[in-house]
Structure formats: C-alpha cells, structure tokens
C-alpha cells in the first residue's frame, strides 16, 4: 500500500466500525483512504506511519494525514475537519474538557461496540 496524505486505520471486523467507515466514507467525498488494519501487514502498516503497529490499531482508530498520526478522539477531531457539514462545529471539540469527555466516549465505543453492532 503507498502512503496517502490522510488515511484512517480501523478495525473491519467489528460490524460497528465498518458502518461509521463507510458513513465517513461518503461524508469525506472520498477524500481519505479507510482501511482495516486487518488487511494491512506490519510493514505496510510502518510504511503508513512508523509508530503504527497491529495492537495499536487493535486499541482504537488511527488517523494518519501529513505524516501526523492521531489516535482515538483526536483522529476523530481531525476527521470532521474534512467532513463538509460538520467541519462547522469542529471548533467546538477544542474547548477545554471536550477532549476528556470525548476520550472517554471513545472508551465506552470501545468498550461496547460489539453491543452496538
């Protein structure tokens, strides 16, 4: 896989997160790569960002864009960013105590996303 300027990293076996990827996939017009780190080897994964490795992108979603990785709620803050309606209220995810209560949501996702599915 050749590197991408912005590309997120999730897991595709959880039905959950491949619903929200594919959402992403459509509000971002295509504009990023989305991929399940399931179908990346380790190297491919190193050559997308050297932090990445497959426990990493097993813990929560990665976000790579300019050669900057962003995991989590901060990948997610990126994200809206490039999301056309709701890049307007991206200011808002970094006001203060926003980015505790947004790890902590992400937590939760994680937590129970198989529930959700």
Same mark, same amino acid.
């Given at each position: 896989?050749?590197?991408?300027?912005? !590309?997120?990293?999730?897991?595709?076996?959880? $039905?959950?997160?491949?619903?929200?990827?594919?959402?992403?996939? $459509?509000?971002?017009?295509?504009?990023?790569?989305?991929?399940?780190?399931?179908?990346?080897?380790?190297?491919?994964?190193?050559?997308?960002?050297?932090?990445?490795?497959?426990?990493?992108?097993?813990? $929560?979603?990665?976000?790579?864009?300019?050669?900057?990785?962003?995991?989590?709620?901060?990948? !997610?803050?990126?994200?809206?960013?490039?999301?056309?309606?709701?890049?307007?209220?991206?200011?808002?995810?970094?006001?203060?105590?926003?980015?505790?209560?947004?790890?902590?949501?992400?937590?939760?996702?994680?937590?129970?996303?198989?529930?959700?599915?």
């Amino acid at each position: 896989m050749q590197p991408q300027t912005s !590309v997120l990293v999730y897991d595709g076996n959880c $039905e959950f997160c491949t619903r929200l990827a594919k959402s992403i996939r $459509e509000k971002t017009r295509d504009q990023i790569a989305i991929v399940s780190y399931h179908q990346l080897t380790d190297n491919e994964l190193q050559v997308l960002h050297k932090q990445l490795s497959r426990d990493l992108c097993a813990g $929560e979603v990665q976000f790579i864009t300019s050669g900057n990785r962003y995991p989590g709620f901060f990948a !997610v803050r990126q994200l809206v960013w490039k999301m056309d309606i709701y890049k307007y209220f991206g200011i808002l995810l970094y006001l203060p105590l926003v980015p505790f209560l947004g790890m902590a949501t992400m937590y939760l996702l994680k937590r129970f996303r198989k529930k959700l599915s």
